[in-house]
């Protein structure tokens, strides 16, 4: 049995790895039209869009992620393969492929303000992709696209959702989940003031990523903290 799931995994492992070599005809606004009429008929998206990411993180992970870790797609692997990123994302519980169509829309498509990378930062959280619930706490959070569930809901519910989303994220190793989860602690959003778990938080982000931009990002909340970059 554990034969075959290995099987199984690998299978699916190689058929991700195939996208690039997908010529899909179209440009790409046309096929991202494609990706959101069928986002349309799926109730299921509008459904998780609006929960609370931490609450349905992992919710739809397979089993066989368990075998083989899940891993964003490059973008421009997306931009050429827009059907199969999203068929991954959906048929294939591939929370990375979710996570990169997302960052593709909300570049490229999401000038107008809709909510699909939002929706589909959701599906990338439930999918168990940690990153995808940091973007979609983060789209709670800034309010930058029309309609979010979220929008009218008292301010206290929005922060805890927020707290609790990005310590998630955190615990899954997303970068900046911690250096979200830090900033939580450093203004009492969601949780008491901390200065030291946001530090905590700030230094985990660090050691995760050191060159990344949520380190960057971290780094400039320790200050704030006037406390040292390490331990």
Known sequence: ???????????????G?????????????????????????????????????ADIHATQRSL????VPDESL???????????????CTQSAAGGACFSLARVIQRRGGEDGSPYHQQLFARSCANGFAAGCTNRGAGIRN???RGD?????????????????????????DPWGC???????QSGEGVAQDGEQAARHFRRACNLSPNGEACRNARVGLDDLGVANSD
């Open 179 to 185: 250096t979200m989860h830090g900033r939580s602690y």
């Open 17 to 53: 790895s195939a996208l690039a070599q997908t010529d899909e005809a179209g440009t790409l606004e046309e096929r991202l039209e494609q990706v959101y009429e069928t986002m349309d008929a799926d109730a299921t998206f509008v459904g998780q869009y609006a929960q609370c990411p």
């Open 74 to 88: 490059s973008d421009a692997v997306c931009e050429e393969a827009t059907m199969s990123c999203y068929e991954r």
């Open 1 to 15: 049995m554990l034969r075959r799931l290995v099987l199984c995994a690998a299978l699916a492992f190689a058929a």
């Open 143 to 145: 309010g930058d696209h």
């Open 149 to 173: 569930p979220f929008a009218d809901l008292e301010r206290g519910t929005v922060e805890a959702c927020l707290y609790r989303s990005f310590k998630v994220a955190c615990e899954g190793d």
């Open 64 to 67: 066989w992620r368990f075998i």
